[in-house]
């Protein structure tokens, strides 16, 4: 995927994904799109809508009046009216769902800033429309060199080329207010086009620029977030998170936007919990409250001595004692209101005494032992040192208790004359 059409794929006149010409159940690949529920409808399924929904760069998108009465699917490029010249953008709605989105905007259906859709884009315009869009990267790296030069306390985010290349919008982020006028001026004589500075907050860049969040799906910014409201640490603090600045920022550097979303349900929550504001007082000492945990209603309480050891309250209990405080008396500890899990039966459980689910009993040891003869260790233990004997008896006896019978015999000479002198012997 990634042509130079969109940002995330496609061809230019069909979206990218399962080309489904974008009524697909995933609503598309592309930034901010919106998923048209009303697809195949009989007052939608001619394609002769009043107005359509045009989609540019990243998360450029207006709306448009069908003065013509074209028939528009999903996809489909068209040359669209602009301040100077002509535009080149795709459709991303038509049909009725394109009212709702007027209505979410406010913009109203007899509105004379809405502008018209001149024509279907032909090849000439695609391809002057694709030569503009190759000329962004180029320009918005020279914008760059040019505000480094002259110190200017901005950035330059991204550059857009109109469809007939006759004007060039370069996005821009700034603390401060920026006079930019020599600016303009500097870029129109290099780039020789219209030049129009529009200045974007940090999240609408990283809206266009796109990427995932630490939740492994999309920036919400880049797929379906517009209205970007303000973001407070207390929002972390209602939620019981912890106030850590590496965590809560999002990759526009300002607090996630995904902290606004479950607020109003943890507010609504935490009016059934007493005032975290009020101390404990009991014979001990002054208990203060430490954390609590709304779908549990439990509440966390520790002693002003010992802040490292929290007693889980119920949110009755806690009740019950600040109500016994109000009337003047004091409890002897919070011990005996703090909550104790009840373990349940006991479950036996088999134990692997014998090690038999072990994986590498049948691994062989990998040790080298030599092996000792029994006979020679046992006789050496048991006779104690032997005689020493001298190199005939050595010779003639063998090793072992046994007879090598593998041993040649030697042929004796002396045979013959035995004989004859036991022969003399004898006479």
């Known amino acids: 995927m990634g042509c130079g059409n ?12 399962c080309k489904n010409n974008g009524n697909c159940g ?8 919106v998923f048209d529920w009303l697809t195949g409808m009989e007052r939608t399924a001619s394609g002769e809508s009043e107005f359509v929904e045009v989609r540019f760069k990243n998360t450029r998108k207006e709306i448009f009046k069908n003065s013509e009465h074209l028939s528009l699917i999903v996809g489909e490029a068209v040359a669209v009216e602009a301040p100077t010249g002509h535009d080149i953008g795709m ?4 049909g009725e769902l ?5 209505k979410k905007a406010g913009i109203s259906a007899n509105s004379r800033d809405l502008k018209k859709i001149y024509r279907k884009a032909h090849e000439g315009d695609l391809e002057v429309y694709r030569e503009a869009r190759a ?11 040019v505000v480094r030069d002259m110190n200017l306390n901005m950035k330059i985010s991204d550059a857009e080329y ?17 006079d930019f006028r020599e600016l303009i001026k500097v870029l129109a004589d290099m780039f020789k086009v219209r030049i129009e500075m529009r200045q974007i907050g940090s999240r609408q860049e990283a809206g266009r620029l796109g990427g995932i969040g630490s939740c492994g799906r999309e920036l919400c910014c880049s797929t379906w977030l517009t209205d970007f409201r303000t973001v407070s640490t207390s929002a972390a603090r209602y939620q019981q998170l912890s106030i850590n600045p590496m965590k809560m920022a999002g990759q526009c550097g300002k607090l996630k936007c995904c902290l606004n979303y479950e607020l109003d349900s943890y507010m609504d929550a935490i009016k059934d ?10 014979k001990k000492g002054t208990a203060f409250h430490q954390k609590s945990d709304i779908f549990k209603g439990m509440m966390w309480y520790a002693y002003e001595d010992n802040f490292s050891e929290f007693m889980p309250l119920e949110i009755d209990r806690v009740r019950e004692v600040i109500a016994l405080n109000a009337s003047g008396k004091i409890v002897d500890d919070l011990s005996e209101y703090s909550f104790v899990e009840d373990a349940g039966p006991v479950e036996f459980k088999f134990d692997n005494v014998v090690g038999q689910e072990d994986l590498t009993r049948f691994d062989k040891s990998k040790g080298n032992k030599k092996r000792r003869k029994p006979n020679a260790v046992g006789n050496s233990q048991q006779n104690g040192p032997k005689p020493t004997q001298s190199s005939e008896q050595k010779s003639n006896q063998p090793r072992s208790g046994k007879p090598n019978r593998n041993k040649k015999r030697k042929p004796n000479r002396n045979k013959g004359n035995d004989k004859s002198s036991n022969q003399n012997d004898n006479s």
Do not use: W
């Open 98 to 102: 394109v009212k709702f989105q007027m």
């Open 135 to 145: 000329l962004e990267d180029d320009a918005m790296l020279k914008a760059r060199k």
């Open 162 to 178: 109109q469809g007939d290349k006759n004007r060039v919008t370069f996005y821009y982020i700034a603390e401060d207010r920026v």
């Open 273 to 282: 919990f007493p005032d975290h504001k009020i101390k404990l007082k009991t």
């Open 6 to 17: 969109c940002g995330s794929g496609g061809c230019g006149t069909t979206p990218a994904g």
């Open 91 to 94: 459709v991303s709605l038509t």
């Open 26 to 33: 995933t609503s598309g690949c592309n930034k901010l799109d």
